[in-house]
């Protein structure tokens, strides 16, 4: 067994942040997540040598704590997540003016999607992964990422009140410009 | 070349290497970006879903990492040498 870098500690280290970020995300517990996180790290110092360097630490990292969070679910048997009850009952849905909403509903209402749904946002909309990559992570088809980006936003939308934002994006020729190489 | 587009999602090219499936990347590519960043698939800075996710997660992200961390990774490190194998 080959002894780990300083490099890859370094990276290891860099990474918590990002890491304990998506550990919330999908634990919605601070130290449960932190749990997660602690998991993670030393499953990744034990299984260094199955990453190839130059491939993307982060997404690697992000598999194998969502691996750990699923098989410590299905370990524990799904936990009644009573916080859910109570997140949905005291959600306040009104909706959001001037295009403002607040944090905490909307943390209420992330909190009300099915795991593979917010997973899938998450990593999307807010971890600044690929859809590939994303897929890659989930252990799923590219399709199935993107059908769950969908519903979580629809549903989002919904819990939120919010509607017609699609109308708004950027238009054909912005779209055209940013998505032009990069030298 | 292809590859160069990969950088403007934000992630290197460099991360990309030896990545299998860059043939079916190749194709995609073209329409997964302009979809990307399109409609910034409705999540970007023009949606209000996109703007509080990153909000969200960015407040998790800027959160003060626990000491636990630095530490469980120095013990790795100290046990480490004992674990050598060949």
């Known amino acids: 067994m080959a002894a780990v870098s300083q490099g890859f500690k370094t990276d290891l280290l860099g990474a918590i942040p990002s890491l304990r970020a998506f550990a919330v995300s999908l634990t919605q517990n601070a130290d449960k997540a932190d749990d ?19 491939t993307n630490l982060k997404a690697w990292l992000f598999t194998i704590l969502r691996n750990e969070f699923y098989s410590q679910m299905r ?3 799904r936990e009644v997540q009573d916080s859910d009850g109570i997140m949905t009952a005291r ?9 403002q ?5 909307f943390r209420g209402a992330l909190e009300q999607l099915p795991e593979d749904q917010r997973e899938a946002i998450i990593l999307i909309g807010a971890s600044g992964f690929s859809y590939e990559e994303a897929a890659e992570i989930c252990g799923c088809a590219v399709g199935t990422i993107k059908s769950r980006v969908s519903r979580a936003r629809t549903r989002l939308q919904e819990i939120l009140k919010i509607s017609g934002e699609d109308e708004y994006g950027p238009d054909a020729i912005s779209a055209q410009v940013t998505s032009s190489p990069a030298s | 070349m292809r590859c160069v587009e990969y950088g403007k999602s934000g ?3 460099g991360k990309y290497k030896g990545k299998m499936k860059d043939m079916t ?18 999540l970007g800075p023009n949606s209000e879903i ?11 992200v800027s959160d003060d990492v626990p000491d636990r961390f630095s530490q469980l990774l120095s013990q790795l490190e100290q046990a480490e040498p004992a674990q050598k194998k060949d």
């Open chain 1, 36 to 54: 997660l996180v602690q998991e993670t790290l030393v499953k990744a110092w034990d299984k260094h040598e199955s990453f190839q360097p130059g």
């Open chain 1, 75 to 77: 370990k524990r048997g």
């Open chain 1, 91 to 99: 959600l306040a849905v009104h909706p959001a003016q001037h295009g």
């Open chain 1, 101 to 105: 909403l607040d944090l905490k509903d």
């Open chain 2, 11 to 13: 992630l290197s090219a």
């Open chain 2, 25 to 42: 990347k190749d194709i995609l590519t073209g329409a997964e970006s302009r979809r990307r960043n399109g409609s910034g698939d409705a």
């Open chain 2, 50 to 60: 996109g703007r509080k996710l990153k909000q969200y997660y960015d407040a998790l």
